[in-house]
């Protein structure tokens, strides 16, 4: 017993020093020596990248988007429309804003899936995945409390679907924790129905508080990708590899002007809110009937369809079993070669393809 | 003319005998005018798979009836008078500024007059060839017409078919996309000069160092 304690001090500190070796925190080790394996899966490593390079534009136009904005229920859906229709390219910020959440969403998926595909979680990266997965959860919450702050019809009925949910998770817990998801809700909610509170709160926690926390765990994340540096990423040994800089970096220089004009047409082009019905976009009327088609972001449709099918419990059980994994994929799938990795990772992308664009024929064929 | 609560009642009784006739010109109107078109709805749904309203033609997303903002219930004196003018506007031609009708609403009375609106109620799909492809109210490169065929707002400009818009718009920022390309990629040529650069340097001095 006497001894159990400074074992597991001394585990714990020769962990933490593998994660975190202090003589490798230095410019040299970092960018100068680090390599980048080249191989059939070499573009995963660029995933990481474009993901910074939407959060980076979020961050720019959503800072230009504060100058106009007011998060007040009767000020906020007009100010969107000034920005809008009034405000010198405000349309295109907004929408930049609009597409960047979308492509930082997609390419965080796609980033997470390849990490996993590469094996790029094995030791000594575990701190890497963990805080990814992290960022990812991050991410999504970003696109939850975003999604009010238009105050339009779609708005606040799918964030009164959403905190409903938070709320439904009592049903699946002991009667000593059924009381804590309704406090959840209300604290989220602020008030008894949404209203004011609601749109204070998600606003606080869109420009304040999960900036803060992204900005921290994306220190975090990156200061582990440059100190273990990129993964070997394919089972067999490759004898080509790059320098991390200058070559990868021009490389990725050149994939952001790129990915950076592709978002610059299609937002100047198309407007992110062409895809919903116009009654959605209408602003929200709190005596009025809640509008049909009201559904979340596509992102969240991988867990939407299934909760239309499925009963609650189930998809609780299902969710947690599927953070579970996430966050200890690191000792599950230690010893698993990167092939049956692969198989996964596909198998997941192919569940998320089919769930986001068929998930409503799906969801009429089992129900209809 | 039209009893509003605006008038002046000097004795309960008229009070009385004016909220009578205010109920019951404003239940036959409600009756006769109130109940829109949803013929035409029905059809732009069906056609485009979109969600619609009625605010596609209507002031009131919910339409002509009720109390609301640009419904029958709402409407002053005056309003009155020009909603009883379009209403007689059956043949095209005639300028309609109508209190219930939004500008698609009421181009769509004065272009087609509304015996031909009604006519089209039969066959909605008629309403757009009728109407023509001309008419842009919202100028975002897409006509009224195909607005109402693909279930979109045909006065909001920032809303309409994803792809329509696109092959519009590309056209029309052709020179900002071209002006965009030149920035960003000068800016990576210069960013990989500077690294270069650097990196020149930084040989240089080693180079000199041995």
Not at chain 1, 189 to 202: H, K, M, N, V
Request: overall charge neutral; proline content about 6%; glycine content about 8%.
């Amino acid at each position: 017993m006497s001894s159990g304690h400074p074992r597991t001090s001394k585990n714990l500190l020769s962990f933490i020093a593998d994660r975190f070796p202090v003589d490798k925190l230095n410019f040299h080790h970092m960018v100068e020596e680090k390599r980048v394996p080249i191989h059939r899966m070499s573009w995963g490593y660029y995933t990481g990248g474009l993901t910074a390079l939407f959060f980076l534009i979020q961050v720019v136009t959503g800072l230009f988007l504060l100058f106009y904005y007011q998060p007040t229920v009767s000020d906020a859906n007009i100010s969107v429309e000034f920005i809008s229709h009034h405000v010198a390219g405000g349309a295109l910020i907004r929408n930049m804003h609009a597409w960047s959440s979308s492509c930082m969403i997609f390419s965080a998926i796609v980033h997470l899936l390849t990490a996993f595909a590469m094996k790029a979680f094995d030791k000594p990266r575990e701190i890497t995945w963990i805080s990814g997965v992290l960022l990812l959860l991050i991410t999504f919450a970003f696109g939850f409390t975003g999604y009010l702050l238009p105050w339009n019809q779609i708005a606040v009925n799918a964030t009164k679907v959403g905190l409903q949910s938070v709320e439904d998770l009592s049903q699946c817990l002991p009667p000593f924790l059924a009381g804590l998801p309704r406090v959840l809700r209300e604290t989220f909610q602020g008030e008894a129905s949404i209203g004011q509170s609601t749109l204070g709160r998600f606003y606080a926690m869109h420009i304040v508080l999960l900036p803060l926390a992204i900005a921290s765990l994306l220190g975090l994340h990156l200061l582990c990708v440059q100190l273990h540096g990129m993964s070997k990423g394919v089972d067999k040994e490759t004898d080509k590899s790059e320098r991390f800089f200058p070559f990868f970096i021009f490389k990725d220089l050149f994939i952001w002007a790129i990915v950076f004009l592709g978002l610059f047409t299609v937002s100047i082009c198309v407007p992110f809110d062409s895809f919903l019905p116009y009654p959605l976009l209408a602003p929200y009327d709190p005596l009025a009937a809640t509008p049909p088609g009201i559904k979340p972001e596509w992102y969240f449709y991988f867990v939407y369809y299934p909760l239309e099918m499925l009963p609650f419990p189930v998809i609780v059980a299902l969710s947690n079993i599927l953070m579970a994994v996430l966050f200890l994929t690191p000792w599950i799938f230690k010893g698993t070669s990167r092939r049956t990795l692969q198989t996964l990772a596909l198998s997941a992308t192919a569940y998320l393809i089919v769930m986001t664009l068929f998930g409503e024929q799906i969801v009429h064929f089992v129900k209809p | 003319m039209f009893p509003t609560p605006m008038l002046k009642c000097n004795s309960p009784s008229v009070f009385l005998q004016v909220t009578f006739a205010s109920f019951i010109m404003s239940f036959g109107l409600c009756i006769q005018v109130g109940i829109a078109y949803p013929e035409f709805q029905q059809f732009s749904e069906k056609n485009s798979g979109r969600t619609t309203n009625c605010a596609s033609c209507h002031e009131n997303a919910t339409g002509p009836a009720g109390n609301g903002s640009g419904q029958i219930g709402s409407l002053t004196i005056e309003e009155f008078a020009k909603l009883n003018e379009a209403r007689t506007a059956f043949e095209p031609g005639k300028d309609v500024d109508s209190p219930i009708l939004n500008r698609f609403g009421d181009l769509l009375i004065k272009k087609l007059g509304k015996r031909k609106v009604l006519e089209d109620r039969k066959e909605p799909a008629k309403l757009a060839s009728d109407y023509g492809f001309q008419s842009d109210i919202d100028q975002d490169g897409i006509p009224d017409a195909q607005e109402f065929l693909d279930g979109t707002d045909p006065q909001n400009q920032h809303h309409g078919d994803a792809w329509r818009l696109f092959v519009v718009n590309i056209n029309r920022y052709a020179p900002h996309i071209i002006a965009a390309a030149i920035g960003v990629l000068l800016l990576d040529w210069g960013f990989a000069r500077m690294i270069g650069g650097f990196m020149a340097i930084k040989r240089a001095r080693k180079k000199r160092s041995t």
